[in-house]
């Protein structure tokens, strides 16, 4: 599966802690790894739309839309 970043996503992204954007990159590299990784709760959030969940760690997650 390819993916790829928003500007908007980046901009938002570097505004977080450090932490968090550590935390971000380990899940997007364990996501190419396995996208289903149960670390991961990868997850469709809207039946309408093709809108997937990622945890990244306790208190964040990212949203992505799948295009076919």
Avoid: C
Wanted: hydrophobic content about 35%; cysteine-free.
């Amino acid at each position: 599966m390819k993916s790829s970043m928003t500007k908007t996503f980046r901009k938002k992204l570097i505004q977080l802690p450090e932490e968090v954007q550590e935390q971000a990159n380990k899940a997007y590299e364990l996501w190419r790894l396995d996208i289903y990784h149960p670390s991961l709760q990868f997850k469709q959030v809207s039946q309408r739309q093709p809108i997937y969940s990622v945890r990244i760690g306790l208190n964040y997650r990212a949203l992505g839309l799948i295009e076919a």
